[in-house]
Nanobody, 114 residues
């Protein structure tokens, strides 16, 4: 069973930054992709960013230019650097990892105050 442990959420003012971390219990190269979804109250879960095993990345339009996904292979960890945060970024952020199935982290709350 794969475990994904997230950290780094919290409360920040608009314009501020946070970095989320997602540590996997196995070598992250074994996953086809890893990344982050988020879910705000009353909304569906939406993709934020993902990084593929080959290193390519993609981002959902609302976060392009502000968020950066990266990974540290030695630490089996994926990061999401979030800059220029907006109140509409407030959500629970979930790490995921995919091979023949999708694994999820427990979620971490990000709250951006105006």
């Amino acid at each position: 069973q794969v475990q994904l442990v997230e950290s780094g959420g919290g409360l920040v003012q608009a314009g501020g930054s946070l970095r989320l971390s997602c540590a996997a219990s196995r070598n992250i190269f074994t996953f086809n992709a890893m990344g982050w979804y988020r879910q705000a109250p009353g909304n569906q879960r939406e993709l934020v960013a993902r990084i593929f095993s080959g290193g390519s990345t993609n981002y959902n339009d609302p976060v392009k230019g502000r968020f950066t996904i990266s990974r540290d292979n030695a630490k089996n960890t994926v990061y999401l650097q979030m800059n220029s945060l907006k109140p509409e970024d407030t959500a629970v952020y979930y790490c995921f990892a995919g091979d023949i199935r999708i694994y999820w982290g427990q979620g971490t709350q990000v709250t951006v105050s105006s």
